[in-house]
């Protein structure tokens, strides 16, 4: 992106404070954990309810253990991408919204790589039922790819065209 200035790629916008900016990036992070808070929550809730039925008692080993992890990792995310609300709550009016877009911007962004890995698992749980075991795991596998270019491949690609349009 030839001519894009440092100060159009960190989303300054001309005229506006460092406070009104901090306020903006703010805001737009709420609207990102939004959409990722919703789908954790309820791929957490429905992990919860699992292991209470007959056929996951009767299920192997191996089942357990994805479960076990799939759980751990939707907890983890759950507890990353809603933590910028408590840290909020918290540092609320000390003046200190610089460090807190700061640290929640890296809480959602762990969130989000956590949450890749329960859907992952998630998905592999309900796969290894309606299908092979090789099948369900070749499957996580490309969705795991699939996620990891979309999620993380083109969006750095696009910054580093953008960092390459300013040399």
Do not use: C, N
């Amino acid at each position: 992106m030839e001519g894009v200035s440092v100060a159009a790629r960190t989303y300054t916008r001309e005229g506006e404070s460092k406070t009104e900016s901090l306020d903006r990036h703010w805001q737009e992070l709420l609207q990102e954990l939004r959409v990722a808070q919703a789908g954790t929550q309820i791929l957490f809730a429905f992990l919860l309810t699992i292991a209470f039925t007959q056929p996951f008692r009767e299920a192997d080993t191996l089942t357990h253990r994805v479960y076990a992890v799939t759980l751990i990792l939707a907890s983890l995310a759950t507890a990353l991408l809603i933590g910028p609300v408590p840290f909020h709550r918290i540092v609320f009016r000390q003046r200190l919204r610089d460090r807190m877009v700061t640290i929640a911007g890296r809480m959602a962004s762990g969130g989000l790589f956590l949450l890749m890995l329960a859907m992952a698992g998630g998905l592999y749980l309900a796969l290894d039922v309606a299908l092979s075991r090789m099948a369900a795991g070749v499957i996580v596998v490309v969705a795991l790819v699939w996620y990891v270019i979309f999620w993380y491949g083109l969006p750095l690609l696009v910054r580093r065209e953008a960092d390459h349009g300013e040399d």
